[in-house]
Nanobody, 124 residues
Framework: QVQLVESGGGLVQSGGSLRLSCAAS????????MGWFRQAPGKEREFVAA????????YYADSVKGRFTISRDNAKNTVYLQMNTLKPVDTAVYYC?????????????????WGQGTQVTVSS
């Protein structure tokens, strides 16, 4: 069983930055794909970014390209989401997710493990 714990959410003004962290309890991360998703009130959960642990290949939603960066720290078994130039439309609960299956990384249903979520609110 993999446990994921997010942190780093909060309230920030438009144009500001936040860094989310996702600490994972797993011994061998090399086969995993890690993703960040978000869900705003009344909307479906949507893909934000993903990273393949073994290759470090990254994927981004068009809406966050150039503003958000996903990265990982092997020693800490932690994935980060650096969010810059935040906009009010980025306001949502952000979730970290993991899977060790070779599946497309942008689909929420392909992930087997989820964190509890962390709220990000961007004020105008």
């Amino acid at each position: 069983q993999v446990q994921l714990v997010e942190s780093g959410g909060g309230l920030v003004q438009s144009g500001g930055s936040l860094r989310l962290s996702c600490a994972a309890s797993v011994r061998t991360f090399s086969s995993y794909r890690m993703g960040w998703f978000r869900q705003a009130p009344g909307k479906e959960r949507e893909f934000v970014a993903a990273i393949r642990w073994i290759s470090d290949r990254t994927y981004y939603a068009d809406s966050v390209k150039g503003r958000f960066t996903i990265s990982r720290d092997n020693a800490k078994n932690t994935v980060y989401l650096q969010m810059n130039t935040l906009k009010p439309v980025d306001t949502a609960v952000y979730y970290c997710a993991a899977t060790n299956r070779a599946v497309p990384t942008t689909i929420p249903g392909n992930y087997d493990y989820w964190g509890q979520g962390t709220q990000v609110t961007v004020s105008s």
